[in-house]
């Protein structure tokens, strides 16, 4: 069957994939960056933009299983073209959202649903479903890393572009950027290439679901992926806030952003390669427990702008690379038909993790004056996130017999 699928076709998916990804993630993970400048123009208060910013990251992981079911059943384009223009929408929008409620529509629905339904799910599962079993691996690292070169490119441009266009001429930027990823959604059409992996996938997609949520391993792995959510939407949502405690300039955060965007492209190239030659579980445990060696590390040190780029390039390396060998797991565990569906499910813990890592960081900042109890939970769960990951079983889930 892959006899036809040339190197070229292989190449042409993997590149769309993660073009698409490149945009959506680069402004997902750019919006803290906007904190700031909303608060001091429209004096609504970093409680209630945090609070938006962190329904944004809700919303971002609710939407993964139901744009993952779409694209299971219909093919990945539909879902994509919605999720492009919702983005496109959210970001051109938010400057006319004068008020908590109407920042919580736009960022926190709009913008964040499109980034959700553009997001990892439906394009790793897309991937996966049409490309060869022995090109997976790599292509999911190629993919996870035009999300972390988003963010390596949009933090510096977004802060350049608020200085010298204003905060709202950057959010429009924002939405012309994410219409210009419209052509690359054709590439990721077509019917599937890939064959059947595992004997789940011969169940109905309710049934598979509903085997997948009585699953130990599936369960442990949900558990998992919580944490790296409520660290991640911390940090994106809250490190300017913790460079301008410390007084440093607006662009130690934006070059900290940055530069874990670039680290995590290596990370995301090294993760796809780890999968393809250790257990998942083992690559998952290893960076959850060098999150929380390093957070360690940055409380005892000066905070220095050095300080925060070497800290921003050692969590880099693995800030989104725990998404292939998380996908690899599921598709391990009940093969490629329902990946989408499937992996949705497991960034909708992600993203619970997501809304308490943002909101708890506003909270925190309003009322103990700092984040240092936000970094001391976020230490605590990376070594935890750590333990839970090795007990999973690496191997097909059994389909249920029928009764």
């Known amino acids: 069957m892959f006899a036809s699928l040339r190197q070229r076709d292989v190449m042409v998916v993997t590149l769309a994939a993660a073009g698409l990804l490149m945009v959506s993630m680069g402004i997902r993970q750019s919006l803290g960056l ?17 609070l938006a910013l962190a329904i944004g990251q809700f919303v ?17 384009q539909q879902a994509l073209l919605v999720g492009v223009l919702l983005l496109a929408a959210g970001c051109a929008l938010t400057p006319l959202a004068g ?12 913008a964040a649903a499109g980034s959700g339904i553009a997001g990892f799910s439906v394009l790793l599962g897309a991937a996966s479903q049409r490309l060869p079993a022995s090109a997976r691996a790599d292509a999911s690292g190629v993919i996870n890393a035009g999300g972390s070169f988003g963010q390596f490119v949009f933090a ?23 219409l210009a990823t419209l052509p690359l959604i054709g590439k990721l059409g077509g019917r599937e290439q890939a064959l059947p992996s595992a004997s789940a996938e011969a169940q109905p997609l309710g049934a598979v679901v509903r085997q997948a949520m009585q699953d130990r391993s599936y369960l442990l792995l949900h558990a998992g992926f919580f944490t790296c959510g409520f660290h991640i939407a911390f940090l994106v949502t809250h490190l300017p806030g913790e460079v301008n405690l410390c007084g440093l300039p607006p662009q130690v955060a934006s070059w900290s952003l ?18 393809g030659q250790y257990r998942s579980k083992y690559v998952l445990a290893a960076m959850y427990g060098s999150r929380a060696l390093l957070v360690g590390l940055y409380l005892l040190a000066p905070r220095t702008p050095l ?12 800030w989104l690379a725990t998404v292939p060998p998380t996908a690899a797991l599921v598709g391990k565990l009940f093969g490629t038909r329902y990946l989408a569906t499937l992996f949705g499910l497991t960034l909708l813990s992600h993203q619970v993790g997501g809304f308490l890592g943002a909101w708890l960081g506003g909270q925190a900042l309003v009322k103990l004056g700092n984040f240092n109890a936000m ?15 090795l007990p999973i079983r690496e191997r097909p889930v059994q389909a249920a017999q029928p009764a």
């Open 34 to 50: 906007f904190v700031g400048p909303i608060n001091r123009a429209t004096g609504m208060g970093v409680a209630t933009i945090s």
């Open 307 to 318: 300080t925060y780029y070497l800290f921003a390039a050692g969590l880099g390396f693995t």
């Open 60 to 76: 971002w992981g609710a939407v993964q299983p139901i744009a993952g079911m779409v694209a299971d059943r219909k093919g990945p």
């Open 375 to 389: 970094w001391y939970a976020d230490m605590a769960l990376a070594a935890l996130a750590a333990i839970v990951n």
């Open 99 to 110: 008020q908590g409620w109407a920042l919580s529509i736009t960022l926190g629905l709009f």
């Open 156 to 178: 510096p441009l977004l802060q350049k572009l608020i200085l010298g266009i204003g905060w709202m001429g950057a959010l429009w930027t924002m939405a012309l950027a994410a």
């Open 258 to 275: 940055a530069i874990i965007g670039l680290a995590n492209i290596f990370g995301s190239l090294y993760a796809g390669r780890c999968i």
